[in-house]
């Protein structure tokens, strides 16, 4: 059983970064996947990116080129880099431990998640 901590969240205006972190119970070597998940008032939740335990990252298309996911093994920690934030970012952000499939492209979500944490891009 892996319990998932996110922190990082927050009010940032647009333009503006953030780094959220997702703190795990157990080595992140022995999770398959993680992926990083956001959910809007209203909307359904979705994957933002995920990363393999080999380390290939997958982004969704509309973060792509702002946002960017790393691993510290030492922290068991995965971390969502988040620039340029736009208003359409808000929503609150998940972490998740599943798997992947064998090309790493598809994420499969477990039942693991953290308690989420909110991010509001307002100016």
């Known amino acids: 059983q892996v319990q998932l901590a996110e922190s990082g969240g927050g009010l940032v205006q647009p333009g503006g970064s953030l780094r959220l972190s997702c703190a795990a119970s157990?080595?992140?070597?022995?999770?398959?996947?993680m992926g990083w998940f956001r959910q809007a008032p209203g909307k359904q939740r979705e994957l933002v990116a995920h990363?393999?335990?080999?380390?290939?990252?997958t982004y969704a298309d509309s973060v792509k080129g702002r946002f960017a996911v790393s691993r510290n093994y030492a922290k068991d920690t995965v971390y969502l880099q988040m620039n340029s934030l736009k208003p359409e970012d808000t929503a609150v952000y998940f972490c998740?431990?599943?798997?992947?499939?064998?090309?790493?492209?598809?994420?499969?979500?477990?039942?693991?998640w953290g308690q989420g944490t909110q991010v509001t891009v307002s100016s």
């Open positions: 998740n431990a599943g798997s992947s499939d064998y090309s790493g492209k598809y994420y499969y979500p477990s039942g693991y």
């Open positions: 157990t080595s992140i070597f022995s999770i398959k996947a």
């Open positions: 990363v393999t335990g080999d380390g290939r990252i």
